[in-house]
Nanobody
Framework: QVQLVESGGGLVQPGGSLRLSCAASGNIVIIYSMGWYRQAPGKQRELVAGITSGGTTNYADSVKGRFTISRDNAKNTVYLQMNTLKPEDTAVYYC??????????????WGQGTQVTVSS
């Protein structure tokens, strides 16, 4: 069974930084794309950043130049470095990965979510 476990959320002041991590574990055969989504209260879940297995990245316009997504394929881990945080970045952040396991072909897995709050 595949699991995604996030860490690194918390409370930070505007202008501050946080680094989120998401480690995939279980009977993994291959991980394709990985990404981070977020959902603020009363809003739909939105893509923040994505990264392919080859390292190609894409970002939401609202975070370009402030957030950086990266991955360590040897550790099955994806990171999100968030700089110059703004109050509007406040949301629950979810990790997502497209994974083929020994029991399931190409399925979208989700982490449990980690709260990021940007406030003075």
């Amino acid at each position: 069974q595949v699991q995604l476990v996030e860490s690194g959320g918390g409370l930070v002041q505007p202008g501050g930084s946080l680094r989120l991590s998401c480690a995939a574990s279980g009977n993994i055969v291959i991980i394709y794309s990985m990404g981070w989504y977020r959902q603020a209260p009363g809003k739909q879940r939105e893509l923040v950043a994505g990264i392919t297995s080859g390292g190609t990245t894409n970002y939401a316009d609202s975070v370009k130049g402030r957030f950086t997504i990266s991955r360590d394929n040897a550790k099955n881990t994806v990171y999100l470095q968030m700089n110059t945080l703004k109050p509007e970045d406040t949301a629950v952040y979810y990790c997502n990965a497209d994974i083929t396991s020994t029991t399931r072909r190409r399925f979208d897995y989700w982490g449990q979510g980690t709260q990021v709050t940007v406030s003075s």
